[in-house]
C-alpha cells in the first residue's frame, strides 16, 4: 500500500494520528511504518464494542465429566499401545508456546530461560525437553518439535537452543515459528506508538499459535510427513508430560477430535480455567470469567461441579483445527501498562495499567472442536507451573514439585 492507501485505510477506523511524524522519518523508517499498519488486523479492535466483547456471549453451561483415574488404571494399558503406536507411526508433534511475555514472572528473558536449578544449572526449556526426551526413548523414534516465539523474544530463545546444542535433542526435528502481533491501544481504542516510527504491539496471545503456525508453512510440513495430531503445551509447567503416550491413546480411542489434561483444582478461588460443557459441547471458562454460583456449586457428592481445571496440555486432530482455523476466535481484551510515546514524542513507561492489549486464547478452541476428552492427571506428579517468583505457580513451589519427582536440582 502506498501513503495515501494507508491514510484512507487509517481515517476508516479513526487511527489517522499513526502517520502524525511521517514526514520527519527517512525512506526506511517510512516504508517500514507503512507495512506495520498494513499488516494490522483492524478488525480487532471491533472488539472494544461491548456488544462484541467474548467474555458476555457465553451460552448454556453445565458441568462435563473427564476419563478419570479409575478410568485410566482399568484402561491405561490399552491407551498406552494406541497412543505409543500413533508415536512409532510419527503421527504425533509437539508444540511448545512460549511467546508470552511472563510478566508475573519478572525476568527479563524468555520463561524458558529461567534456570529453576538450585546447585545446577537446570533451565525451563531444558526441563521440557528432558521430559520429551524420555517419550523418545519409549517410542524409540524421535517427536517433531515446534517452538512458537514471538517478535520480540525469538531471537534470544533460538540462540539458547543453539548454545545449549539444543538440550540433547536432535535439531534436524525441531522448528521455530514466530506468532503473530496486534497493536495496542489507550482506554479510547486509539493504537499506541513506540517511536515515531514503529506501532506498539504485543503478541496476539496464544490462541494465535494455529494461523502463526499455517503461515509459517511448518503445519504443511508435518502434514506432508504424516503428523496427525498435535500435542500444545505451555513453557512453564516444568512437570508435564509431553507427548504422553497413554493421554493420546485415550483421545485417539475416544474418537474425540480433541484431549485437555485436567487437574482437580485445589480449591474453588484456584486461578485456572475450568472445563465445562456450553451448549452441551466441550468449553473452558476462564477462571476471571467464572461466576461465583459457577465457582462455588457442588454436585450432591459435595465435590466442586465445575472442578477440572485446565493445564494447557492439549492435542489436537490437524484436520479439525484446518476447519476451525476457518472462523475468527473470540477476542479478548486485556488492560495492560503500555509503554508508548506521548503527544510530544517522549517514550513513557507507565505504571498502571493504560491501555488495552488484544488476544485470542487457546482455550477458547476446545468450544470450536466437536468434542474434546477431559483427562484427569494427578496434579502433584504432572502440574508445576511457574508463573510467579514465590508464592502460588511460582518459581519455589515448582522446585519443591521437582524434587518430590525425582528431578536433583
Ligand atoms: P500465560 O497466560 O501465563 O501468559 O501464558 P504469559 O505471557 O506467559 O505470562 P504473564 O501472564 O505475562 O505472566 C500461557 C502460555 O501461553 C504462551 C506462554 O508462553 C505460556 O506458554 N503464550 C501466551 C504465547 O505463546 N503467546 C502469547 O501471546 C501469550
Known amino acids: ?6 491514510k484512507a485505510l487509517l481515517s476508516e477506523y479513526g487511527q489517522e494520528h499513526l502517520l502524525k511524524y511521517y514526514n520527519e522519518l527517512n525512506d526506511s523508517e517510512k516504508e517500514s511504518l507503512l507495512a506495520q499498519i498494513e499488516s494490522i488486523d483492524f478488525s480487532i479492535l471491533k472488539a472494544l464494542k461491548p456488544e462484541n466483547n467474548a467474555l458476555t456471549d457465553k451460552g448454556t453451561i453445565s458441568p462435563i465429566n473427564a476419563v478419570n483415574f479409575s478410568d485410566i488404571e482399568a484402561n491405561g494399558d490399552k491407551y ?38 538450585v546447585t545446577r544449572e537446570l533451565y525451563i526449556f531444558q526441563c521440557l525437553v528432558n521430559n520429551l526426551m524420555k517419550i523418545v526413548e519409549q517410542c524409540g523414534r524421535w517427536i517433531p518439535f515446534v517452538i512458537m516465539t514471538s517478535e520480540i523474544n525469538n531471537k534470544d530463545t533460538v540462540n539458547f537452543f543453539k548454545e545449549h546444542d539444543y538440550f540433547g535433542y536432535n535439531s534436524e526435528y525441531i522448528s521455530f515459528f514466530i506468532q503473530d502481533a496486534a497493536p495496542s491501544v489507550n482506554f479510547t481504542g486509539k493504537i499506541y506508538m513506540e517511536s515515531k516510527s514503529k ?26 510427513q504424516g503428523v496427525e495430531w498435535l500435542n500444545v503445551f505451555a513453557v512453564d509447567n516444568v512437570l508435564q508430560k509431553i507427548a504422553d503416550p497413554t493421554f493420546i491413546g485415550a483421545v485417539i480411542s475416544s474418537g474425540s477430535e480433541s484431549g485437555s489434561k485436567v487437574v482437580s483444582k485445589v480449591s474453588p478461588e484456584e486461578m485456572v480455567g475450568v472445563m ?19 465457582r462455588y456449586q457442588t454436585l450432591e457428592n459435595n465435590e466442586l ?21 476457518k472462523t475468527k476466535m473470540p477476542v479478548h481484551i486485556v488492560e495492560k501498562k503500555i509503554p508508548f510515546m506521548d503527544e510530544n514524542g517522549n517514550f ?11 488476544e485470542t486464547l487457546i482455550l477458547d478452541m476446545i468450544h470450536m472442536n466437536k468434542s474434546c476428552l477431559p483427562y484427569e492427571v494427578v496434579r502433584n506428579k504432572e502440574f508445576a507451573p511457574v508463573k510467579n517468583s514465590t508464592g502460588n505457580d511460582s518459581v519455589d513451589s515448582a522446585r519443591k514439585l521437582l524434587e518430590e519427582n525425582g528431578v536433583s536440582l
Open 1 to 6: 500500500m502506498n501513503y495515501n492507501e494507508v
Open 80 to 117: 498406552l499401545q494406541c497412543g505409543l503406536s500413533a508415536l512409532k507411526d510419527g503421527k504425533v508433534a509437539a508444540v511448545l508456546l512460549a511467546g508470552g511475555q511472563g510478566t508475573r514472572l519478572g525476568f527479563d528473558k524468555p520463561k524458558g530461560m529461567f534456570n529453576i536449578g
Open 199 to 224: 506501532i506498539s504491539s504485543s503478541p496476539n496471545g496464544n490462541g494465535g499459535w494455529f494461523s502463526s503456525l499455517v503461515r509459517s508453512g511448518i503445519f504443511d510440513k508435518l502434514k506432508s
Open 276 to 294: 465445562c460443557l456450553e451448549d452441551d459441547k466441550p468449553s473452558i471458562v476462564e477462571y476471571y470469567e467464572l461466576t461465583e454460583k459457577m
Open 305 to 325: 461441579a465445575y472442578k477440572y481445571g485446565v493445564i494447557l496440555n492439549y492435542l489436537f486432530k490437524m484436520d479439525t483445527l484446518v476447519e476451525i482455523n
Open 348 to 358: 513513557i513507561k507507565p505504571d498502571k495499567p493504560n491501555g488495552y492489549k488484544f
